[in-house]
């Protein structure tokens, strides 16, 4: 074996371990459901914890085994229609809004497909030295650990909204931010954005350009839920001038008057967790907001969100990773991004439109997927992520 293969078979060892790891993890997030919890689908923006199982292993069955393992069998044909989300290149698929209707297969059947196909890449990877195979197993892995973050919403969503709140062991709790309040000061000039590294990053992250910032201070703290009742009080949420017209006509066609999970008990807030139904903690950062309420704060404040650009420039000063962070930027294709050919090319670049960047990480993002180039995005009116506010002035 020359040098370059051991170089090889090294990486695959390392990456049989990252796979392995990531299959464990999904299971470990759905270890305490109920039967009955894997097929909810409450809302269209929820998927149901048997669906996530799935689709994060027909990705791997479509773009793993079929590719590279000229031996391999399908589990089953039905499932890449049943289990595919919005890859066109590779055929039809259930609607989004009806994954919530599929009681067959069942969650055995799934668990039966996860095992099949880990043992199938497990031993594609030990058996197979191909460069291209590694770069698309990351894929995979980062996708899972996408998967497993949704996972860890669409629980809360599918618990949070049954009468009794019931609760779940998940290890995925916030904490008060003890530091002193400070804004940090950047200097105006051209900074360099993008992933530099020589490590994985999705297509999103590149073109690294270079862009002109003004000066600005930004928090060094996020938004707490005491910070947050002061806006609700002074009526922040009856106020149209502080709000876009959409936010506006957002909250008052949904009849929205407090964040996601907040309920008015007698005078108290409370709101649900994994642990139940508790008070609000004052001291723990704000969660479960829009765009649209986030920016209404920070009007409120006087202040401003920072934009995408401002975060990466910035995030080195400040702790971050507890929540997701909205910023002011739309998100759109950098600077020479290229789209891949063929389905993957369709992971990203198609959403370009109507959705806003969100910096950082949550609670819920996997240790290994954190990177201060990442550019997660939603719809402006989701409330359901672990999202957080921070402000610029």
């Known amino acids: 074996m020359c040098a370059n293969e051991k170089q090889i078979s090294l990486l695959m060892s390392k990456m049989k371990q990252k796979f392995l790891e990531t299959r464990r993890q999904s299971e470990k997030l759905i270890q305490n459901l109920e039967i009955e919890d894997f ?4 809302a269209d923006f929820v998927s149901p914890p048997k669906w996530h199982l799935a689709h994060s292993t027909w990705f791997f069955e479509q773009f793993v085994l079929k590719d590279f393992d000229i ?11 049943l289990f595919n989300s919005y890859y066109n290149n590779v055929g039809e698929r259930v609607l989004r809004p009806n994954r919530g209707l599929m009681t067959r297969p069942t969650v055995n059947d799934v668990l039966q497909y996860r095992k099949y196909v880990t043992t199938n890449v497990e031993k594609l990877l030990d058996e197979t030295n191909k460069k291209e195979l590694l770069d698309v197993v990351e894929i995979g892995i980062n996708h899972e650990q996408q998967h497993q973050e949704l996972l860890a919403y669409d629980i809360k969503y599918i618990l949070g909204n049954q009468a009794t709140q019931p609760t779940i062991q998940l290890d995925l709790l916030l904490e008060e931010e003890t530091q002193k309040q400070e804004f ?7 900074y360099t954005i993008g992933h530099q590294k020589d490590s994985f990053c999705f297509d999103n992250e590149l073109g690294v350009h270079k862009t002109y910032i003004q000066p600005f201070e930004i928090s060094n703290k996020l938004i707490t839920n005491g910070e947050y009742m002061a806006f609700i009080e002074s009526g922040g949420y009856k106020n149209f001038n502080l709000w876009h017209a959409d936010g506006w006509d957002f909250i008052n066609e949904n009849q929205i008057s407090a964040p996601m999970y907040w309920h008015d008990i007698e005078g108290v807030y409370h709101y649900y967790t994994y642990n139940g139904f508790l008070p609000v903690d004052k001291n723990k950062p704000l969660t479960h907001i829009s765009y649209f309420e986030a920016y209404a ?15 990466e420039v910035a995030s080195k000063y400040f702790n971050w990773g507890q929540l997701w962070e909205w910023t002011s930027s739309a998100y759109l294709p950098y600077p020479n991004f290229k789209t891949a050919k063929g389905a ?29 180039t990442y550019r997660n995005f939603f719809q402006t009116d989701m409330r359901w992520l672990f999202s957080g506010v921070r402000l610029v002035k």
């Open 297 to 311: 704060y920070a009007q409120w404040a006087g202040m401003r969100l920072p934009t995408e650009f401002e975060w």
């Open 39 to 42: 097929s909810v689908q409450p």
């Open 184 to 190: 940090i000061a950047i200097e105006e000039g051209v």
């Open 71 to 81: 031996h391999y069998k399908l589990f089953n044909a039905d499932y890449a229609y």
């Open 344 to 372: 993957l090319g369709e992971y990203n670049g198609k959403f370009m439109v109507n959705q806003q960047v969100l910096r950082g990480a949550s609670i819920a993002t996997a240790k290994n997927h954190k990177r201060h």
